[in-house]
């Protein structure tokens, strides 16, 4: 191929609810198929090594397992144990940091059991869960384990828990771990020293560390001295290309190399990985731009764009084959670099970029997270290579030099050192633990805890000498970000929960309600004049979302879809934004609130709410018409794509900042700058 370097050896990749049972990709399988997926199974490297490795867990408490990508860790060692009776009565989860993972790892696993997901094999993730009595097996994403915690604080349910892919270090990994560490001392005491209480009824646990890529001689050591397995080989070998110079501009790189292995590569599928939304939407009208003008006797193109924001049903796509006589080509940001396999690619395009989260500190002790381009680690760069190679021969084209990879940091800081602490440290307050004390593996920023610390106390969760309060307590009862919380919580003084719920639904979902394409954003806007509320935003949010459910209860998916459609507005969105409802009222059952507690067509009530959550997000107008933020230095505009854009108004709350040529608030509302005032904690001398 033009421009790359002579492959690398392929030695180089490191060796190192209660809901429907219908998961798609569990066909019941009989007969041949069934013994072909066996046969496959017995093929995979690990398989070579199974007795060993169930003895080696089975000595030791914990166990940290090392193996190339595809050696069959994560689909095959929760079966080992499970057969082997390791697991005795209790449960075996396997932690995964992405809900793709999770419900699509649980779905192989079914099928290779030959039972439908949500039976012995299930998954557990936000908003989202297939398990039931039978579950033996589960897939959870990490801080759904972490939210277990909270409910059964020894986690009394499972026998073994697997924390797989560990060397992505997620925040929620490291409290994992820092839990698991003190459980399991706790439950594998010998019995004498267990004492009588619920402990002593428990069984020991065991923990088995796991990942391709991952600084095991630091687990080894946190873990006091742990066994590390190795599991040697791969089951296909990937050729890796470097290019021999740099390219300055990644995109153009990923679409002509794309479109060099189109041409003269023979067929397989194509995975590229690109830091952004933003940039796969550009690749992804540029493919489809020539494609139409491309020669009639290439194959026709498939491409599935998968980001973090795209609902959970439109992620799913990527593992539907693509038509006979079609090259499918996945446009991934890092969501799809470690754990899945995705049928039928061949070939992995790798920009060497990626966005990665960051916590930026305020001069007023509060800060935010937000998402930065940057060069990909070393242990990305090989878990990307890894997606190729899985059902047969693979190739990989990484967009930057040999030197380039060499120079590379071996793995990224780990999240807690570079993320807001904020919703880990109420999550810990409950388990009346302290996140400054617990034994991480790497300690976290002071600033860092200074800032979640404050936010708590803002929130009221947290009072002046740090201990929990009963509201911290009720919000942490739902699983959404602490602000949000708050205004739930709110509702139930204030008689709106009905209104709230659906505004943070919406916001909690994983894409945004309306489709604003450049060129029919006039359209849009006008269409959409309807639902306009005067306060702003979050208002006009619950309009859409009152009519789109008023569409929900008489039309059928299709006429839903038509519908939003005309409106402009995002079904998917809508749709999941019901689901999301439909369980923070379970939530709010639970919990004594009223959830159809309503205040019809009076705002007031829904924004006193809003304003307790955002309160640190308040700003007031200047003389010169910009906004300055009440507890912040920074001076902010109301972003474009607000309904209040052109306004200006005493007081406002929003939901996010944008940063490109100015300061920008996204997701507006004007509230009386008395409601500001009005907030319990505002009104304490000192804060
Ligand atoms: N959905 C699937 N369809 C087809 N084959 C699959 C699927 N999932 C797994 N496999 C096969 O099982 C092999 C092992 O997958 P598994 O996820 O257990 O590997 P792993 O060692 O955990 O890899 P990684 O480190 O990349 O997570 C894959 O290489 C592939 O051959």
Known sequence: MKGFATPLQPADIDPRKRRRFSTPGNPSLNGPQSQCIQAQRAGLPIAMGKDALIEEIRKNDVSILVGETGSGKTTQVPQYLLDSGLAGQGMIAITQPRKVAATSLAARVATEQNVSVGALVGYSVRFDEASSDETRIKYVTDGMLVRELLGDPLLSRYSVVIVDEA????LRTDLLITNLKDIQRKRNLPSDAKGKGSVAKLNPLKIVIMSATLDADKFSNFFGGARVTYIQGRQYPVTIYHTTVSQPDYVEAAMRTFWQIHMDQP?????IFLPGQEDIEGVDRSIKLFADRSPRELPSIVVCPMYAALPSSQQAKIFTPAPPGFRKCILATNIAETSITIPGI????????????????????TGFDTLLTRDITKSSAMQRAGRAGREGEGFCFRLYTEEAFDAMRESAEPEIRRCSLTSSMLQLRCLDQDLEELDFMDKPDQE?????LKTLYLLGALDRKRNLTKLGRDMAMFPLEPNLARAVVASREF???????????VLSASSKPFFDSSDEREAASEIRRKFRHRSGDHMTMLNVMRSYQEI????KKSGRKDWCRKQFLNERCLAEAQEIRDQLREVCSRMQIDWHASCGEDEQPVLKCLVRGLVQHAAYLQPDGSYKQLM???????HPSSSLCDKKVAAIIYDELVYTTHIYARGVSAVPRGYIAEVPILNIKGT
């Open 167 to 170: 060397h992505e270090r997620t």
């Open 495 to 505: 008689g709106c929960t009905l209104e709230i719920l659906d505004i943070v639904s």
């Open 346 to 365: 061949k070939y992995v395009i790798d920009t060497g970029k990626c966005k990665e989260k960051r916590y930026v500190a305020r001069d007023s002790g």
């Open 448 to 452: 860092a805890i200074g800032a979640a």
């Open 632 to 638: 912040g230095p920074s001076i902010v505009k109301i």
């Open 267 to 271: 067929p397989g599928d194509v995975l």
């Open 552 to 555: 929900a209860a008489s039309e």
